[in-house]
């Protein structure tokens, strides 16, 4: 009987052997025993009594046998396929990659509520939007053949990219909030573009495990004010520049132009030598000693004037 149950639910012979007691030929538990001893039994008192009393009496233990058979088949089934089931959502969940932390430090959450909801940032924020949607979808349009950038459609599209770094959105990031940073995401499911646009990360944010779940959380909790092109955040990464990679930038470029600099006062102290040059005459030469020669000869005669001058003066009186 349970082995009829088995083929009309459809199992497989492999699980006779988790219930070897239903088995054809196995012996039987003692349950089953009662069961088939009490059948015996009423079979016998319908040999010396009514036919009808003997025939109920026979039913009612094939009845509860069959009931038996069906709960105790229902729940090895059961069993077995929750056991078969469970391996396999097991090694799913183990396949799994730890996924990153969806929300962020509560000094950095306030923060980024702060700046999103700044006067300032919205203004520039917005100019900055509609800037970006331009170049991205001028860009679709020369990169795919059909392109439908309202409802995010392409098709025929080859590798797409748009650069949207907005210069006042950074300086008003950098000098009020926090670091310009930028995030390099695709725009639509069904196309190709990605844009690589200005993100503000608050300075409160601006730090490993924040940074790590930030667009995430951003993502999340501000979904409903996101639409159209700036609905889908999920293949976004945030870049952001270092501190020691712009030092090391800083000092290189001072390197560079301290060598241009000594390079260029070389050139201006420093005449360059030409061979073959003649740079002064023997003429010119002579002409500049006999020219010294004199004025040494007049100096010298106008010594020896002045020095005899003197005495006769003295020795005539006409010094009065």
Same mark, same amino acid.
């Given at each position: 009987l349970a082995q009829a149950i088995l083929a009309q639910i459809g199992q497989p012979a492999a699980y006779w052997s988790a219930f070897p007691a239903l088995q054809p030929g !196995? $012996?039987?538990p003692l349950g089953l025993l009662r069961v088939g001893r009490a059948n015996q039994q009423a079979m016998a008192v319908g040999a010396d009594g009514d036919h009808a009393s003997a025939v109920a009496a026979s039913r009612r233990p094939s009845l509860v046998t069959i009931c038996c058979a069906a709960v105790a088949v229902a729940a090895v089934t059961a069993g077995l396929a929750s056991a078969s089931e469970a391996p396999s959502s $097991?090694?799913? /969940?183990?396949?799994? !990659?730890?996924? %990153?932390?969806?929300? #962020? +430090?509560?000094?950095?959450r306030q923060a &980024?509520?702060?700046m999103l909801t700044n006067?300032? *940032?919205?203004?520039?924020?917005? +100019?900055f939007t509609k800037w970006c949607r331009i170049k991205a979808e001028n860009e679709m349009a020369r990169c795919c053949g059909v392109a439908d950038f309202e409802l995010g459609r392409a098709e025929s599209c080859d590798e797409c990219f748009a650069s949207c770094h907005h210069q006042h959105m950074i300086d008003l990031c950098s000098s009020y909030f926090g670091t310009a940073c930028s995030v390099d995401r695709k725009l639509f499911?069904?196309?190709? &573009? %990605? /844009?690589?646009? #200005?993100?503000? /990360?608050p300075a409160e944010c601006d730090n490993g495990s924040d940074r790590e779940s930030l667009i995430n *959380?951003? !993502?999340t909790l501000y979904a409903a004010r996101l639409s159209g092109w700036h609905s889908d955040w999920d293949d976004a990464i945030l870049s952001c520049p270092s501190a020691a990679v712009g030092a090391l930038l *800083? $000092? &290189? &470029?001072a390197i560079i132009l301290t060598i241009v600099f000594l390079v260029i006062l070389y050139f201006l102290m420093v005449a360059p030598k030409e061979a073959g040059r003649e740079l002064i005459s023997q003429e010119e030469m002579q002409a500049e000693a006999e020219a010294e020669a004199e004025k040494e000869a007049y100096n010298d005669l106008r010594g020896t004037a002045q020095m005899g001058g003197g005495e006769s003066l003295g020795q005539t009186g006409l010094s009065r």
């Open positions: !196995a $012996t039987r $097991t090694v799913s /969940v183990a396949a799994q !990659a730890p996924g %990153r932390r969806l929300t #962020t +430090s509560s000094l950095c &980024l509520e702060a006067e300032h *940032w919205n203004f520039m924020n917005h +100019s499911a069904g196309s190709t &573009l %990605r /844009v690589s646009e #200005t993100f503000c /990360v *959380w951003f !993502a *800083w $000092t &290189l &470029l």
